[in-house]
């Protein structure tokens, strides 16, 4: 019998959602299952166009080796939410707002049934909130006007920010952040960028552009250290 691999792919940008002509980041998820042709569930939670958010989904995992499937809370026939996740080999979460998002999971206790997923060897994957949420803490636009610390669910150590090289204001206010004590240190991926999560610690990055890159961040004695992550471009 193998033994689990708890495993989370946490994804700064990228994936079919915002590159749907390049299935790089989706093939690698897709090859980390613990099986050939896996499931893969996609929530697209944190979306107010959660039906076209999902049909996009099943647009692109139909092209490549897996059974696609997705988690409606507001429209599902699935009553055992527990069997159903269990029996996925990824869970794939979309972006969008992750405190909107945390917060109907909690409702439907679906963050326990994650992490008991997460126990069980299904793989966690997820492009901006849908890779937030696995952190302790994130940074988010979910609220207008600016971006904000959020506590998240807590199953990996430390902090996380994606689109770190996509939207202007995601480096500086990390840095600020993180001068002021109000996050702690933590990851931070580009568009196009993944960071591979196994057991709670880094096994590598990956990217679906050439330049893209994933880092660690950390304050050290009132200056921001960015510690580059070797980052292998998918494409080569």
Same mark, same amino acid.
């Given at each position: 019998?193998?033994?689990?691999?708890?495993?989370?792919?946490?994804?700064?940008?990228?994936?079919?959602?915002?590159?749907?002509?390049?299935?790089?980041?989706?093939?690698?998820?897709?090859?980390?299952?613990?099986?050939?042709?896996?499931?893969?569930?996609?929530?697209?939670?944190?979306?107010?166009?959660?039906?076209?958010?999902?049909?996009?989904?099943?647009?692109?995992?139909?092209?490549?080796?897996?059974?696609?499937?997705?988690?409606?809370?507001?429209? !599902?026939?699935?009553?055992?939410?527990? !069997?159903?996740?269990?029996?996925?080999?990824?869970?794939?979460?979309?972006?969008?707002?992750?405190? !909107?998002?945390?917060?109907?999971?909690?409702?439907?206790?679906?963050?326990?049934?994650?992490?008991?997923?997460?126990?069980?060897?299904?793989?966690?994957?997820?492009?901006?909130?849908?890779?937030?949420?696995?952190?302790?803490?994130?940074?988010?636009?979910?609220?207008?006007?600016?971006?904000?610390?959020?506590?998240?669910?807590?199953?990996?150590?430390?902090?996380?920010?994606?689109?770190?090289?996509?939207?202007?204001?995601?480096?500086?206010?990390?840095?600020?952040?993180?001068?002021?004590?109000?996050?702690?240190?933590?990851?931070?991926?580009?568009?196009?960028?993944?960071?591979?999560?196994?057991?709670?610690?880094?096994?590598?990055?990956?990217?679906?552009?050439?330049?893209?890159?994933?880092?660690?961040?950390?304050?050290?004695?009132?200056?921001?250290?960015?510690?580059?992550?070797?980052?292998?471009?998918?494409?080569?």
């Amino acid at each position: 019998m193998s033994q689990i691999k708890r495993q989370i792919i946490a994804m700064g940008g990228g994936g079919f959602s915002m590159e749907p002509e390049n299935p790089l980041l989706d093939q690698y998820i897709i090859k980390q299952a613990r099986r050939s042709t896996p499931t893969v569930c996609f929530l697209p939670h944190a979306t107010d166009d959660a039906v076209r958010y999902s049909l996009r989904f099943f647009k692109a995992f139909t092209q490549l080796d897996a059974k696609p499937t997705y988690l409606s809370l507001f429209s !599902s026939e699935i009553a055992d939410l527990e !069997s159903f996740l269990m029996e996925q080999d990824v869970i794939y979460v979309g972006g969008g707002n992750t405190k !909107s998002m945390i917060a109907l999971w909690r409702g439907w206790d679906l963050d326990k049934l994650l992490q008991k997923a997460y126990e069980n060897g299904t793989i966690l994957a997820g492009v901006s909130a849908g890779a937030n949420c696995w952190f302790e803490q994130c940074i988010t636009d979910s609220l207008p006007g600016a971006l904000t610390v959020l506590s998240c669910l807590g199953l990996l150590r430390g902090s996380f920010c994606p689109h770190y090289d996509g939207e202007t204001e995601r480096r500086p206010t990390l840095h600020q952040f993180l001068l002021e004590d109000k996050i702690s240190r933590g990851y931070a991926a580009d568009d196009g960028a993944a960071v591979h999560f196994i057991e709670g610690e880094v096994t590598c990055a990956v990217s679906s552009r050439p330049h893209a890159k994933a880092y660690v961040v950390r304050k050290v004695k009132e200056q921001v250290i960015e510690e580059a992550i070797a980052t292998h471009y998918l494409g080569q």
